[in-house]
Every structure is written in structure tokens, then in C-alpha cells.
């Protein structure tokens, strides 16, 4: 789960205090993003964010070739043009016996 407060485009009318939000974040150890669905900003990168555990929790990194101990952190998430995922890592290829 994350935590997502929208409006971050119109501070003057947020609602939720920022000590409830902390308190929220604290107790269910949730990762926090500001959004704002007016301008769009952080819609994406909650997508992306969600798609990283995705594929952390569900085991598909090992079938996209990534090592399991890949943290979120490190996947990127390449343009729909590109259509792949991949890590900042740098992998060394095993070398072959053949």
C-alpha cells in the first residue's frame, strides 16, 4: 500500500493535517506521495512505484533476468517505447564452458 495526499497543487485547501500524515505514515509503514490529479504531478511515478513492488513481490525479476536481491530503488522502468525494464546494476555474463 501506498499513501497519497492529491491537492499538492492547491495547498490552501488540503484537509489532512501534515502530523496526520506522519502518524499515518509511522504506524502502517506507508511510503507517502503528494499528487495532484489537476497537473498531473507524482500520477506517474505512483504507477511506477507500484509496478516496481509488483515485480519485487511476485517474483517476475528473475524472469525478466534480474537477481532477486534487486532493490526497488535500483529498477528502472524504461518508456513505453522501449518497452523493458532494467536495473542500475552492471551484470557480468557467466562465462560459457562451451
Not at 492529491?6 to 502518524?23: G, T, Y
Not at 507524482?42 to 528473475?62: D, M, P, W
Amino acid at each position: 500500500m501506498l499513501l497519497f495526499g492529491n491537492k499538492c497543487d492547491d495547498k490552501e485547501n488540503i484537509k489532512v493535517k501534515e502530523e496526520d500524515i506522519k502518524k499515518m505514515k509511522e504506524k502502517y509503514k506507508l511510503e507517502y506521495f503528494e499528487t495532484s490529479a489537476k497537473d498531473g504531478t507524482n500520477v506517474q511515478a505512483i504507477f511506477e512505484h507500484l509496478t516496481k513492488i509488483t515485480l519485487k513481490q511476485r517474483g517476475f525479476l528473475k524472469q525478466l533476468g534480474l537477481p532477486e536481491d534487486t532493490s526497488i530503488e535500483e529498477i528502472n522502468i524504461i518508456g513505453k517505447e522501449n518497452q523493458r525494464i532494467e536495473t542500475k546494476r552492471t551484470f557480468k555474463k557467466k562465462k560459457s564452458k562451451c
